[in-house]
């Protein structure tokens, strides 16, 4: 791979990123209002519905706040390092980027424990607000399950890129 190659690998690599933080704003304006319609029912069921998108709709937006802010200075960052420090780009990038993919199996993890534990309130429970809660954490453990593998993939794809261009062989 080319500096060159390198370089336009990291501009799509973080120019998606951004893309998605943007889709992840979006979501969280959703999650917050499903949490507000889950409140506005006045029943049990809704209750147990606000809390999980409640209480993760803060995490998320945090997240592809970050993300989103960020996305800019990690382009400049990486791009000066191809240019002026590939052993650098070595040393900081591909260790940054191979913890990242691994975070994704937990995150991975997570949501799919959201997902069985969702479900189990859903078919186990007799209790509408436990109903909810089930509900809530089943949508939200599916739409991170998604917004994450489509991460996961692309962060898979950048760290092959930055590993063609720095590791010999």
Known sequence: MT?????RSI???????RGEAKVGILLVAGFVAIALFGLSLDAP???????PNALLSPVLAFVVGFVY????????????????????LAKDEIPRMRKVVRNFRVYRAIEIGMLVLGA????ASASPFLHGIG???V??????????GIADRRA??????????TLPG
Do not use: C, H, N, W
């Not at 189990?120 to 078919?123: A, P, Q, R, W």
């Open 3 to 7: 500096q060159g190659e390198l370089i």
């Open 11 to 17: 501009e799509r690599y973080f120019a998606a990123e």
């Open 45 to 51: 069921y809704g209750a147990g519905l606000a809390i």
């Open 69 to 88: 802010l960020r996305a800019p200075k990690d382009v400049a960052r990486a791009t000066r390092s191809v240019i002026a420090d590939p052993a650098g």
């Open 120 to 123: 189990i309130l859903l078919v």
């Open 135 to 137: 509900a809530g954490l």
């Open 139 to 148: 949508e939200l453990g599916a739409v991170f399950l998604v917004f994450d």
């Open 156 to 165: 898979k794809r950048y760290l092959a890129a930055l590993e063609a261009f």
